[in-house]
């Protein structure tokens, strides 16, 4: 059997604080919407190319195509509408 390493962050702040550059991590699943503000609003003010590093898959409730383009445009691996 195989087993999986989790870290389980539940706001933008706590994301703030991982070293995500170390390459640790082998995908990123971020639900759009964390209690401290946007996952996307996050990563395009602060420039990150994160999701370029990491595939991230996007989970949201947000079902408009800008939102979904603007996803892809910053590197998102796929995105899923929950």
């Not at 390459?23 to 639900?31: N, T």
Request: proline share 2%.
């Amino acid at each position: 059997l195989k087993s999986y390493d989790l870290t389980f962050v539940s706001a933008l702040a706590s994301l703030s604080t991982l070293d995500l550059s170390k390459g640790e991590f082998s995908v990123l699943i971020a639900d759009m919407r964390l209690p401290d503000g946007n996952f996307l609003d996050w990563i395009i003010a602060s420039s990150s190319r994160l999701m370029e590093e990491i595939p991230t898959i996007i989970v949201s409730s947000l079902e408009d195509v800008e939102t979904l383009r603007r996803s892809f445009e910053w590197g998102a691996t796929d995105y899923l509408v929950k």
